[in-house]
Protein backbone atom coordinates (compact mmCIF):
# COMPACT_ATOMS: atom_id res chain seq x y z
CA UNK A 1 0.00 0.00 0.00
CA UNK A 2 3.14 2.31 0.83
CA UNK A 3 4.21 1.48 -2.30
CA UNK A 4 1.06 2.50 -4.36
CA UNK A 5 1.13 5.92 -2.27
CA UNK A 6 4.68 6.63 -3.01
CA UNK A 7 3.82 5.93 -6.99
CA UNK A 8 0.82 8.62 -6.91
CA UNK A 9 2.64 10.79 -4.76
CA UNK A 10 5.07 10.56 -7.56
CA UNK A 11 2.64 10.97 -10.08
CA UNK A 12 1.07 13.67 -8.67
CA UNK A 13 4.36 15.65 -8.50
CA UNK A 14 4.73 15.27 -12.15
CA UNK A 15 1.44 16.68 -13.22
CA UNK A 16 1.75 19.51 -10.88
CA UNK A 17 4.97 19.89 -12.23
CA UNK A 18 3.24 19.76 -15.51
CA UNK A 19 0.90 22.65 -14.55
CA UNK A 20 3.75 24.84 -12.81
CA UNK A 21 5.13 24.82 -16.48
CA UNK A 22 1.52 25.72 -18.51
CA UNK A 23 1.67 28.43 -15.58
CA UNK A 24 5.05 30.07 -16.70
CA UNK A 25 3.92 30.10 -20.39
CA UNK A 26 0.52 31.84 -19.74
CA UNK A 27 2.85 34.64 -17.66
CA UNK A 28 5.11 34.90 -20.62
CA UNK A 29 2.46 35.27 -22.94
CA UNK A 30 0.92 37.46 -20.71
CA UNK A 31 4.11 39.88 -20.06
CA UNK A 32 4.58 39.91 -24.06
CA UNK A 33 1.22 40.97 -24.94
CA UNK A 34 1.37 43.50 -21.98
CA UNK A 35 4.55 44.92 -23.36
CA UNK A 36 3.41 44.62 -27.10
CA UNK A 37 0.10 47.04 -26.14
CA UNK A 38 2.66 49.74 -24.70
CA UNK A 39 4.79 50.01 -28.08
CA UNK A 40 1.42 49.95 -30.41
CA UNK A 41 -0.46 52.36 -28.27
CA UNK A 42 2.96 54.75 -28.77
CA UNK A 43 3.08 54.03 -32.32
CA UNK A 44 -0.94 54.64 -32.70
CA UNK A 45 -1.09 57.46 -31.06
CA UNK A 46 2.02 59.61 -31.18
CA UNK A 47 2.16 62.70 -29.13
CA UNK A 48 0.80 65.62 -30.75
CA UNK A 49 3.46 68.19 -32.42
CA UNK A 50 3.35 71.69 -31.28
CA UNK A 51 3.82 73.92 -34.20
CA UNK A 52 4.66 78.21 -33.92
CA UNK A 53 2.71 80.09 -36.49
CA UNK A 54 5.84 80.75 -38.23
CA UNK A 55 6.17 76.77 -38.73
CA UNK A 56 2.40 76.37 -39.68
CA UNK A 57 3.13 79.52 -41.88
CA UNK A 58 6.10 77.80 -43.88
CA UNK A 59 4.40 74.67 -43.77
CA UNK A 60 1.73 76.14 -45.90
CA UNK A 61 3.31 78.04 -48.16
CA UNK A 62 5.51 75.17 -48.88
CA UNK A 63 2.75 73.06 -49.29
CA UNK A 64 0.93 75.07 -51.63
CA UNK A 65 4.24 76.48 -53.49
CA UNK A 66 5.24 72.76 -54.75
CA UNK A 67 1.50 71.91 -56.14
CA UNK A 68 0.06 72.10 -59.16
CA UNK A 69 -2.60 74.59 -58.52
CA UNK A 70 0.71 77.36 -57.44
CA UNK A 71 2.34 76.28 -60.95
CA UNK A 72 -0.83 76.18 -63.20
CA UNK A 73 -2.00 79.70 -61.24
CA UNK A 74 1.40 81.35 -61.47
CA UNK A 75 1.71 80.46 -65.05
CA UNK A 76 -1.36 82.04 -65.77
CA UNK A 77 -0.73 85.29 -63.71
CA UNK A 78 2.26 85.57 -66.14
CA UNK A 79 0.76 84.74 -69.06
CA UNK A 80 -1.55 87.64 -68.41
CA UNK A 81 0.73 90.03 -67.18
CA UNK A 82 2.91 89.35 -70.63
CA UNK A 83 -0.18 89.69 -73.13
CA UNK A 84 -1.72 92.71 -71.27
CA UNK A 85 1.45 94.65 -71.10
CA UNK A 86 2.24 93.27 -75.12
CA UNK A 87 -1.11 94.49 -76.33
CA UNK A 88 -2.52 97.36 -74.84
CA UNK A 89 -1.62 100.65 -75.79
CA UNK A 90 1.86 102.18 -74.78
CA UNK A 91 0.25 104.59 -72.15
CA UNK A 92 -1.61 101.76 -70.39
CA UNK A 93 0.98 99.59 -69.56
CA UNK A 94 2.51 99.49 -66.44
CA UNK A 95 5.50 97.24 -67.09
CA UNK A 96 6.23 97.09 -71.15
CA UNK A 97 8.86 94.85 -72.81
CA UNK A 98 11.26 93.69 -71.07
CA UNK A 99 9.20 93.82 -67.95
CA UNK A 100 11.24 94.77 -65.79
CA UNK A 101 8.89 94.96 -62.59
CA UNK A 102 7.84 91.29 -63.69
CA UNK A 103 11.55 90.30 -62.90
CA UNK A 104 11.35 91.86 -59.89
CA UNK A 105 8.53 90.37 -58.43
CA UNK A 106 9.67 87.25 -59.85
CA UNK A 107 12.41 87.60 -57.75
CA UNK A 108 11.49 88.74 -54.51
CA UNK A 109 9.15 85.88 -54.70
CA UNK A 110 11.45 83.55 -55.07
CA UNK A 111 13.64 85.71 -52.64
CA UNK A 112 11.27 84.86 -50.19
CA UNK A 113 9.76 81.25 -50.72
CA UNK A 114 12.68 79.28 -50.70
CA UNK A 115 14.39 80.28 -47.33
CA UNK A 116 10.10 79.13 -46.21
CA UNK A 117 10.37 76.26 -48.51
CA UNK A 118 14.20 75.05 -47.13
CA UNK A 119 12.55 75.87 -43.09
CA UNK A 120 9.84 73.13 -43.95
CA UNK A 121 12.17 71.42 -45.15
CA UNK A 122 14.17 70.85 -42.18
CA UNK A 123 11.62 70.36 -40.45
CA UNK A 124 10.63 67.66 -42.54
CA UNK A 125 14.14 66.33 -42.04
CA UNK A 126 13.77 66.36 -38.20
CA UNK A 127 10.57 64.36 -38.00
CA UNK A 128 12.31 62.18 -40.28
CA UNK A 129 15.23 61.59 -38.65
CA UNK A 130 12.80 61.03 -35.06
CA UNK A 131 10.88 58.70 -37.09
CA UNK A 132 14.22 56.96 -38.10
CA UNK A 133 14.77 56.65 -34.50
CA UNK A 134 11.92 55.84 -33.68
CA UNK A 135 12.20 53.01 -36.16
CA UNK A 136 15.41 51.88 -34.71
CA UNK A 137 14.57 52.06 -31.21
CA UNK A 138 11.42 49.47 -32.34
CA UNK A 139 13.46 47.28 -34.42
CA UNK A 140 16.20 47.11 -30.80
CA UNK A 141 13.44 46.51 -28.55
CA UNK A 142 11.85 43.94 -31.25
CA UNK A 143 15.49 42.17 -31.39
CA UNK A 144 15.58 42.34 -27.39
CA UNK A 145 12.41 40.66 -27.19
CA UNK A 146 13.50 38.15 -29.54
CA UNK A 147 16.25 37.27 -27.57
CA UNK A 148 14.70 36.83 -24.20
CA UNK A 149 11.81 35.13 -25.79
CA UNK A 150 14.62 32.35 -27.02
CA UNK A 151 16.04 32.44 -23.50
CA UNK A 152 12.71 31.95 -21.52
CA UNK A 153 11.63 28.78 -24.39
CA UNK A 154 15.33 27.35 -23.54
CA UNK A 155 14.68 27.76 -19.98
CA UNK A 156 11.47 25.93 -20.39
CA UNK A 157 13.13 23.27 -23.10
CA UNK A 158 15.10 22.60 -20.03
CA UNK A 159 12.24 22.28 -17.91
CA UNK A 160 10.69 19.85 -19.97
CA UNK A 161 13.39 17.74 -21.02
CA UNK A 162 14.08 17.49 -16.72
CA UNK A 163 10.14 16.60 -16.02
CA UNK A 164 10.75 13.87 -18.88
CA UNK A 165 13.90 12.35 -17.71
CA UNK A 166 11.97 12.68 -14.58
CA UNK A 167 8.84 11.18 -15.49
CA UNK A 168 11.03 8.15 -17.24
CA UNK A 169 12.72 8.00 -14.05
CA UNK A 170 9.46 7.13 -12.04
CA UNK A 171 8.21 5.32 -15.10
CA UNK A 172 11.53 3.25 -14.84
CA UNK A 173 10.78 2.66 -10.87
CA UNK A 174 7.01 1.96 -11.45
CA UNK A 175 8.06 -1.15 -14.10
CA UNK A 176 10.65 -2.13 -11.84
CA UNK A 177 8.51 -2.53 -8.77
CA UNK A 178 5.54 -3.93 -11.52
CA UNK A 179 8.27 -6.82 -12.56
CA UNK A 180 8.99 -7.78 -9.21
CA UNK A 181 5.58 -7.85 -7.80
CA UNK A 182 5.07 -9.99 -11.05
CA UNK A 183 7.96 -12.30 -9.74
CA UNK A 184 6.49 -12.62 -6.90
CA UNK A 185 3.01 -13.50 -7.73
CA UNK A 186 5.05 -16.20 -10.38
CA UNK A 187 7.29 -17.61 -7.03
CA UNK A 188 4.04 -17.61 -5.29
CA UNK A 189 1.75 -19.80 -8.04
CA UNK A 190 4.79 -21.98 -8.55
CA UNK A 191 4.90 -22.93 -4.87
Known amino acids: MNDNQFDNNEINEMVQQSDEHIRKLHEIVQKTLE ?16 LTPGQQVSDKVARFGGSWKFIIIFTVLLA ?23 NLVLSCI ?8 MMS ?15 YLVNLKAELEIRSLHQ ?10 KQL ?6 HL ?6 AEKIEKLEKDAKD
Open 110 to 117: AALQAPII
Open 152 to 161: KIDMLQEEQI
Open 80 to 102: LWIVYNSFVAKQDQFDPYPFILM
Open 35 to 50: EEKLIVNNLLNPPAEI
Open 165 to 170: FDSQVA
Open 121 to 135: QNRQEEKDRQRGEND
Open 173 to 178: KLLNQM
